[in-house]
């Protein structure tokens, strides 16, 4: 079975070895009890709850500013202070019975995290680039301007090649 892989021009450039990635770790680790992965603006985790964990019910979980604990009865699942500041009221979990909890944390703001909790090992998140629609308004035009001014770099080089002109450029 062979990975079929659509090009769009306005979708952000993704490595192939990025299409084969486990979504539930992308930008993000397998800790064993949780999986987090990340985009610049959101938090996934996944807790492994036991089979028997078939109701919302059976759970207590408490997401708060700074912090994060998932408990099924007297068992803690998962307990921390968060790396950064998440908005609590932005954010919730939702229970895929017998399998895990899926918390969906907000980022109080949009940067890239290098672990879930304080004190676990740093994930290895390479520099990745933020699609153009999370950037905010102004850090949007700005790139939009870098990319016009770029693209008329480019059409007024080729203009002058067509005529045969040669022009040394300046190092930036």
Request: aromatic share 6%.
């Given at each position: 079975m062979g990975v079929l892989v659509v090009f769009s021009p306005s979708a952000p450039f993704l490595p192939a070895q990025a299409l084969l990635m486990d979504p539930s770790t992308y930008n993000g680790a397998d800790r064993g009890a949780y999986r987090w992965s990340q985009t610049h603006q959101d938090l996934d985790v996944q807790v492994i709850v036991p089979e028997t964990v078939v109701s919302s019910g059976d759970?207590?979980?408490?997401?708060?500013?700074?912090?994060?604990?998932?408990?099924?009865?007297?068992?803690?699942?998962?307990?921390?202070?968060?790396?950064?500041?998440?908005?609590?009221?932005?954010?919730?979990?939702?229970?895929?019975p017998g399998q895990h909890v899926h918390v969906q944390?907000?980022?109080?703001?949009?940067?890239?995290?290098?672990?879930?909790?304080?004190?676990?090992?740093?994930?290895?998140?390479?520099?990745?680039?933020?699609?153009?629609?999370?950037?905010?308004?102004?850090?949007?035009?700005?790139?939009e301007k870098l990319r016009w001014q770029d693209l008329e770099k480019r059409r007024r080089r080729a203009e002058r090649a067509d005529r045969g002109e040669v022009m040394l450029e300046r190092p930036d």
């Amino acid at each position: 079975m062979g990975v079929l892989v659509v090009f769009s021009p306005s979708a952000p450039f993704l490595p192939a070895q990025a299409l084969l990635m486990d979504p539930s770790t992308y930008n993000g680790a397998d800790r064993g009890a949780y999986r987090w992965s990340q985009t610049h603006q959101d938090l996934d985790v996944q807790v492994i709850v036991p089979e028997t964990v078939v109701s919302s019910g059976d759970l207590e979980v408490i997401i708060k500013t700074d912090s994060l604990m998932v408990r099924h009865g007297e068992h803690v699942l998962v307990s921390g202070a968060l790396k950064h500041p998440v908005r609590d009221k932005e954010s919730f979990w939702t229970l895929l019975p017998g399998q895990h909890v899926h918390v969906q944390l907000e980022k109080a703001r949009p940067r890239w995290w290098t672990s879930l909790l304080e004190g676990e090992p740093a994930a290895d998140v390479p520099a990745r680039e933020v699609p153009l629609e999370e950037l905010r308004s102004e850090e949007a035009m700005v790139v939009e301007k870098l990319r016009w001014q770029d693209l008329e770099k480019r059409r007024r080089r080729a203009e002058r090649a067509d005529r045969g002109e040669v022009m040394l450029e300046r190092p930036d």
